[in-house]
């Protein structure tokens, strides 16, 4: 159980946390430049490659993607509102051939056996946890196969209890570099490379939007306690990567289907 302190993100109201996230760029740290740099490692993709982006949120990363790419992408979230919004950014760009939205659960995802050639997914596959996404995601992706995650690891060996009470209470599949890696060979991929993604991931684009559409969501909630537990949490998240940065951060991960 976590503490009032310890409170993690899936202890709210989801209403309220679809609506504080719609408000912002994206829902995980990330960037265009890491995305394009992950890409980068990704071969033999063509204009008949098929994509899936799970926990695709509102679509930051997809559309990054999709420019990038030849390729059909299907998003697919858990939200109907990210979708929404998600299908409007499509559309805006005029990728909405190519690009699709699908409201679904990673945990059954709508692919047939090896009809993928790319499965991504930026700071989602916590929710399923890291192995078992991993395990159960392998059978839709075709033979060589890439899978390009993101998620949270530590840094060092040793690390300060506060921030690993945080971890193990929000995640308790947090793990360091090597471990994640290892996990990634016995699910059946070999690792091609992992890069941690630089700070202003989690600055730029991700706390400093969010510190601005707090001031929004407060407003439009005065008076409303899980509302402001929210922001609360959000913030106190923040502050603890500015103290404890050097110790854990988001990785992205890159393997081939063997
Ligand atoms: N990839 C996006 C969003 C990351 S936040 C980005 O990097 O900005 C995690 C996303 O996972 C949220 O959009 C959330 O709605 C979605 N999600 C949570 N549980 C899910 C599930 N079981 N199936 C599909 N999506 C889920």
């Not at 979230?77 to 990728?95: G, R, S």
């Not at 091609?192 to 600055?203: H, K, R």
Request: aromatic share 12%; hydrophobic share 40%; with cysteine.
């Amino acid at each position: 159980m976590s503490n009032d302190s310890n409170k993690t993100i899936h202890d709210f109201d989801f209403n309220l946390i679809c609506e504080y996230f719609l408000g912002v760029e994206r829902q995980g740290p990330g960037s265009p430049e890491v995305t394009l740099k992950a890409l980068s490692f990704v071969d033999n993709l063509s204009s008949e490659s098929r994509i899936a982006d799970i926990g695709c949120g509102t679509g930051g990363q997809t559309m990054v993607l999709a420019q990038n790419t030849l390729g059909s992408i299907t998003g697919i979230d858990l939200f109907p509102a990210f979708i929404d919004k998600f299908c409007d950014n499509a559309q805006q760009l005029n990728l909405h051939n190519r690009v699709k939205g699908v409201v679904g659960s990673m945990e059954s995802l709508p692919f047939e056996s090896e009809e993928l050639d790319l499965i991504w997914s930026e700071g989602a596959i916590y929710n399923i946890g890291f192995k078992r996404g991993l395990a159960e995601w392998h059978q839709f992706l075709k033979r060589g196969g890439y899978v390009v995650v993101s998620e949270v690891s530590w840094f060092t060996q040793e690390r300060p209890t506060e921030i690993a009470d945080f971890w193990n209470s929000a995640y308790p599949e947090v793990d360091t570099i090597q471990n994640k890696v290892a996990q990634l060979q016995a699910a059946g991929y070999i690792p091609i490379a992992t890069f941690i993604l630089p700070e202003n991931c989690w600055t730029e684009h991700y706390y400093v939007p969010q510190a601005k559409a707090q001031q929004l969501f407060l407003s439009k909630h005065a008076g409303n306690r899980v509302a402001e537990e929210l922001v609360a949490n959000e913030r106190h998240e923040a502050e603890l990567y500015q103290k404890y940065k050097e110790y854990y951060g988001y990785v992205f991960y890159i393997g081939k289907k063997v």
